[in-house]
């Protein structure tokens, strides 16, 4: 987990700045962007392995920066969250490359193994 | 209630159950960050360690709770969403369970929700069905001796069905009786609700809501 280099990117500060201070706990590189701006400046600044995006966000939605990020970067890969399964924004984004759509409130454990799992899919794509 | 009441009603439910998930789920970060912080300190752990512990286990508790609720809150809001749409019998049967269960609580019954794996699909203004199946319940849980319950059972038959049936020794009174008109109207409206059901090809139709006096 040590190498890992993950981006949050959630408009709920409190939520993902805790998660941040969690999986830094776990010794992973961890940036955090509020919004869709600030996400797409960080992806290009410093780009990371893993985003992990909301999909509900005010101004830029969860599926733009998706689609950005894909455009400009798609050996990065994205997980994103949703408040409820099943719902169609997810299967869009689903369908426009996320890796994975994870349930908030989340479980950490499943979130470090999906983030593990797009790492693993990420190394066989490079190789 | 008027659709485009019922769609306004909905939309802001829905969007409300939103903005309660993040609210969980700072709760449920930040006890999982504190639960982190206790590990950290591993032996060192103060004298009072075990009860901080079981009291974050009682809040995680209540998260999973609210999480489930606002889950079932959402779904409900949304079958505002159109006058028709294509609803599994099984999924409003859950629902409504979940609904009855806390007022039918009150009155010291059970509601029992039967559903099936295979997905038993009409055609229907889902929320018309979703209140005709929570009035019959509400109604049949006035008709119950305390203990008893009321069963919501999705048939596979010839027709996409909801069976709801009561205990008949835990009634107050007879089907027949005093009561029969109560059953009469309930009848009158399932066969209201029925008569909306659109017809669609390789789709069952017929009885949606069936009771079993």
Redesign the interface.
């Known amino acids: 987990m040590q190498d890992w280099k993950v981006l949050l990117v959630d408009d709920?500060r409190?939520?993902v700045s805790?998660?941040a201070?969690?999986l830094s706990?776990r010794k992973m590189q961890v940036q955090v962007a509020n919004d869709g701006e600030q996400a797409l400046k960080k992806v290009e600044t410093d780009p990371p392995q893993v985003v992990v995006l909301d999909l509900?966000m005010p101004g830029m939605s969860g599926l733009e920066v998706l689609d950005r990020i894909k455009g400009k970067s798609p050996e990065i890969e994205i997980i994103l969250l949703t408040?409820?399964g099943g719902s169609a924004e997810a299967a869009r984004g689903i369908h426009q490359g996320a890796f994975d759509c994870l349930v908030?409130?989340?479980n950490?454990d499943k979130l470090i193994e999906r983030i593990g799992d797009a790492l693993k899919k990420q190394s066989g794509m490079a190789s | 209630m008027e659709p485009d009441k019922a769609a306004f009603m909905g939309k802001v439910t829905a969007g409300i159950t939103h903005e309660l998930k993040n609210v969980l789920a700072i709760i449920k970060e930040s006890v999982g960050l504190m639960e982190d912080l206790i590990a950290l300190d591993g032996e060192n752990a103060f004298p009072d360690k075990d009860r901080f512990l079981l009291t974050m286990s009682r809040i995680m508790a209540q998260v999973t709770r609210g999480v489930d609720l606002s889950t079932r809150l959402n779904g409900f809001a949304h079958s505002a969403d159109e006058t028709k749409a294509l609803v599994d019998l099984s999924e409003a049967v859950e629902l409504t369970g979940h609904l009855c269960r806390r007022p039918a609580r009150l009155k010291g019954m059970t509601v029992n929700a039967v559903t099936r794996e295979e997905p038993e699909t009409v055609m229907v203004d889902p929320m018309v069905l979703q209140m005709m199946l929570y009035q019959s319940v509400e109604w049949l849980t006035g008709l119950l001796s305390p203990g008893a319950g009321v069963n919501l059972e999705v048939a596979h038959d010839e027709t996409s069905t909801v069976i709801i049936s009561t205990e008949k020794e835990a009634r107050r009174g007879d089907a027949d009786g005093p009561d029969a008109l109560q059953w009469e109207t309930l009848e009158a409206t399932a066969r209201f609700l029925d008569a909306s059901v659109e017809k669609i090809e390789g789709q069952r139709s017929g009885m949606c809501i069936r009771f079993l006096r």
């Open positions: 709920e409190e939520f805790t998660l201070e969690r706990m509900m408040g409820m908030k409130p989340l950490i």
